[in-house]
């Protein structure tokens, strides 16, 4: 009944089905009310498959594909658009995600320039030398929450401009040949979509056989500061804390969903937000990102030092952050409920977001029914499950301050 009063009030299509066949999962969310088509392709080649002396080589070989030469002689980014659509990837802790999205009746066609580009990939001088400058060419000016961000990550996902000029076509070839394999494959396709069975074929254009991760031994780091700081050109100071947090499969997600909400509301009042400030400008301001589908899930909270006496405000907010877990929560959740539904349900409208959302519930090995899901694990929510969360993962956080320079 919850999933289908959430489907109803957010105007999405049926919970998504799931079928697998020859060791390839689909998931499949057909709606007719759209004219678009959506298609997403989990490959397992993601930054877990290259080492720390290999920083950007992930990225490197998903770009390197973007760059092949289709039948018309131009890079696959450019036949798709040509044809009417886009293609796009990111590069997560564990898979590379490749995106390809267009008109209902054209999306096969697209689907099909994609899989002859994944199936022969162009390993030459020339065609590397392109994916590697569109890359450097991505590394532009950061945005001072987008450093903070980078910070607390550690090495960017697609390498540094130095790490990828190590790299030649023999490097990149040897990545793709070890890394994209069959195995772990997903096809999460939405909107104006055909028979989901169809979708399978698109990993046949991968070799069988499953890629493994690298094992890596960290060493540990000596001294007892969480606080990175870096310098730049801006005139104010960013606040960027990370708290670990429980991952989407846990019994604590819903809670940490509904924490989220009350933490936001937290850096509002802390931030002292104008009380008629729209939600976009709050949201670049102040606010919280829960990453919940990594394998080191985590809660990133953000507050802009401009808005007013910035250390008080940082103090003040991770203060009252850590106080959570040690004092009754009184009074009724239904308003930080609400709020965290409608924020979920606000982060996946778009035909991209709702098939990585439902791909990332099905590769847990469950319903890919992610609104539904989600909406029953926050009504499920008491007080005392936040208080528990609270006192188990928002304790001391690592912290990056992004400050101007000094004398500038």
């Given at each position: 009944?919850i999933?289908?009063?959430?489907l109803?009030?957010?105007?999405?299509?049926?919970?998504?089905?799931?079928?697998?066949?020859?060791?390839?999962?689909?998931?499949?969310?057909?709606?007719?009310?759209?004219?678009?088509a959506?298609?997403?392709?989990?490959?397992?080649?993601?930054?877990?498959r290259?080492?720390?002396?290999?920083?950007?080589l992930?990225?490197?070989?998903?770009?390197?594909?973007?760059?092949?030469?289709?039948?018309?002689?131009?890079?696959?980014?450019?036949?798709?658009?040509?044809?009417?659509?886009?293609?796009?990837?990111?590069?997560?802790?564990?898979?590379?995600?490749?995106?390809?999205?267009?008109?209902?009746p054209?999306?096969?066609?697209?689907?099909?320039?994609?899989?002859?580009?994944?199936?022969?990939?162009d390993?030459?001088?020339?065609?590397?030398?392109?994916?590697?400058?569109?890359?450097?060419?991505?590394?532009?000016?950061?945005?001072?929450?987008?450093i903070?961000?980078?910070?607390?990550?550690?090495?960017?996902?697609?390498?540094?401009a130095?790490s990828?000029?190590?790299?030649?076509?023999?490097?990149?070839?040897?990545?793709?040949?070890?890394?994209?394999?069959?195995g772990?494959?997903?096809?999460?396709?939405?909107?104006?979509?055909?028979?989901?069975?169809?979708?399978?074929?698109?990993?046949s254009?991968?070799?069988?056989?499953?890629?493994?991760?690298?094992?890596a031994?960290?060493?540990?780091?000596?001294?007892?500061?969480?606080?990175?700081?870096?310098?730049?050109?801006?005139?104010?100071?960013?606040?960027?804390?990370?708290?670990?947090?429980?991952?989407?499969?846990?019994?604590?997600?819903?809670?940490?969903?509904?924490l989220?909400?009350f933490?936001d509301?937290?850096?509002?009042?802390?931030?002292?937000?104008?009380?008629?400030?729209?939600?976009?400008?709050?949201d670049s301001?102040?606010?919280?990102?829960?990453?919940f589908?990594?394998?080191?899930?985590?809660?990133?909270?953000?507050?802009?030092?401009g808005?007013?006496?910035?250390?008080?405000?940082?103090?003040?907010?991770?203060g009252?952050?850590?106080?959570?877990?040690?004092?009754?929560?009184?009074?009724?959740?239904?308003e930080?409920?609400a709020?965290?539904?409608?924020?979920?349900a606000?982060?996946?409208?778009s035909?991209?977001?709702?098939?990585?959302?439902?791909?990332?519930?099905?590769?847990?090995?469950g319903?890919?029914?992610?609104?539904?899901?989600?909406?029953?694990?926050?009504?499920?929510?008491?007080?005392?499950?936040?208080?528990?969360?609270?006192?188990?993962?928002?304790?001391?956080?690592?912290?990056?301050?992004?400050?101007?320079?000094?004398?500038?």
């Amino acid at each position: 009944m919850i999933a289908a009063i959430a489907l109803a009030a957010h105007g999405l299509a049926p919970p998504p089905t799931v079928i697998r066949a020859d060791g390839v999962t689909v998931v499949a969310q057909p709606d007719t009310a759209s004219t678009l088509a959506g298609t997403m392709l989990f490959v397992r080649a993601g930054l877990d498959r290259q080492s720390f002396a290999q920083s950007g080589l992930a990225a490197l070989t998903a770009e390197t594909i973007l760059q092949t030469p289709s039948a018309g002689g131009a890079p696959l980014r450019g036949a798709i658009a040509a044809a009417g659509g886009s293609i796009g990837y990111v590069v997560d802790p564990q898979s590379v995600r490749f995106y390809v999205e267009g008109l209902g009746p054209d999306e096969d066609r697209l689907l099909a320039l994609f899989a002859s580009a994944l199936r022969a990939p162009d390993f030459s001088p020339a065609t590397v030398g392109r994916a590697r400058a569109a890359l450097d060419r991505s590394m532009g000016a950061r945005s001072a929450l987008g450093i903070g961000l980078q910070m607390l990550d550690g090495t960017p996902a697609a390498g540094t401009a130095v790490s990828l000029a190590q790299f030649v076509p023999d490097d990149v070839r040897a990545f793709y040949a070890r890394a994209y394999r069959a195995g772990g494959a997903l096809v999460s396709a939405a909107g104006a979509i055909g028979p989901a069975a169809t979708y399978g074929s698109l990993a046949s254009a991968l070799a069988p056989g499953v890629s493994r991760p690298v094992v890596a031994t960290i060493p540990p780091v000596a001294g007892a500061s969480h606080e990175l700081i870096s310098r730049r050109d801006i005139d104010v100071p960013w606040l960027v804390a990370r708290y670990p947090a429980p991952g989407y499969g846990s019994a604590d997600f819903g809670a940490m969903l509904v924490l989220a909400s009350f933490v936001d509301k937290t850096l509002g009042t802390v931030a002292q937000l104008p009380t008629l400030i729209s939600r976009t400008s709050a949201d670049s301001a102040v606010g919280s990102i829960y990453a919940f589908d990594r394998p080191s899930s985590n809660l990133t909270v953000y507050l802009y030092g401009g808005l007013g006496e910035p250390s008080q405000a940082f103090s003040t907010a991770l203060g009252v952050f850590k106080a959570l877990g040690g004092a009754p929560i009184v009074g009724s959740l239904d308003e930080f409920k609400a709020e965290a539904r409608g924020r979920f349900a606000r982060d996946i409208e778009s035909l991209e977001d709702r098939a990585w959302i439902a791909g990332i519930f099905a590769q847990s090995g469950g319903s890919a029914d992610y609104l539904g899901r989600t909406f029953a694990s926050i009504d499920a929510v008491t007080s005392a499950d936040l208080r528990r969360v609270a006192r188990r993962y928002l304790g001391d956080p690592t912290i990056a301050l992004v400050l101007p320079r000094q004398g500038g």
